[in-house]
């Protein structure tokens, strides 16, 4: 069976005080932000739905990053950009995800350059604004999804992902593309789904991802989870 990437995103707040009472306690590895308020309430909804198969749904002992090995062969990312929050559950392969905003950006191809992926810097260089914007949020939200995936020291990760530069293709507005020849163990999947939101999932495959809104006031409101569609409802919304 293929891989799949469930993606479940909000609207939520800035991250509350570290002082304020944690709603997943539990899983001790994610960081303290995403464990208390709005964010804590959105993590333990999104666990709530897995804890059938997973009983013992948690993230200790995870190191370095935000991607946490789960139970019963599930992982877990986190991500967010502004006031969105998105949180990813990997069933059967790990996920990094990372998100950013279409925006311009200054020096953008100095950025990538300092990833040592000089020759993508080189092509951005020859973009009008609006493209070499869109490239930067393709090969930005890559990085850091692979920096997530991986968990390494920045510099290693850095170093790996310029080593396959050369398998990123750009269309005329920006819109990049990882093309992959052979088998690297290594995907990029760009996802759209989220209003003037750039996700990139990244796995060692290519997964079924499947993307829903939490409504706001299951977060603030601690709605039941019946009102929001369940992990097989995704199977249906697959991209």
């Known amino acids: 069976m293929r891989p799949s990437v469930d993606i479940w995103w909000t609207l939520g707040s800035p991250a509350e005080p570290t002082s304020a009472a944690p709603r997943v306690g539990h899983m001790t590895a994610v960081p303290p932000e995403w464990r208390r308020g709005v964010r804590g309430r959105f993590l333990h909804h999104v666990a709530g739905l897995y804890r059938q198969t ?42 990094g995800i990372d998100a950013e905003r279409l925006r311009p950006v200054d020096d953008a191809a100095a950025t990538i350059a300092r990833l040592g992926a000089d020759r993508l810097a080189a092509i951005m260089r020859r973009m009008a604004p609006a493209a070499r914007n869109r490239a930067f949020a393709h ?58 939101i750039l996700l990139t999932v990244a796995s060692p495959v290519c997964c079924n991802v499947g993307v829903e809104k939490w409504p706001r006031a299951a977060v603030a409101g601690g709605m039941d989870k019946s009102g929001v569609a369940g992990a097989a409802e995704l199977d249906r919304t697959r991209k």
């Open 139 to 196: 090969l930005w939200t890559a990085f850091e999804a692979f920096l997530k995936l991986e968990r390494l020291p920045w510099d290693i990760a850095a170093a790996r992902f310029a080593a396959v530069q050369d398998q990123w293709r750009f269309s005329a507005d920006g819109t990049a593309n990882f093309s992959v020849e052979a088998p690297m163990g290594l995907v990029f999947q760009p996802i759209w789904a989220i209003p003037g």
């Open 54 to 95: 997973a009983p013992s749904w948690n993230a200790r002992g995870a190191s370095r990053g935000w991607r946490f090995n789960l139970s019963a062969g599930q992982h877990l990312s986190l991500t967010d950009s502004g006031s969105c929050l998105i949180v990813a559950v990997g069933r059967g392969a790990p996920v």
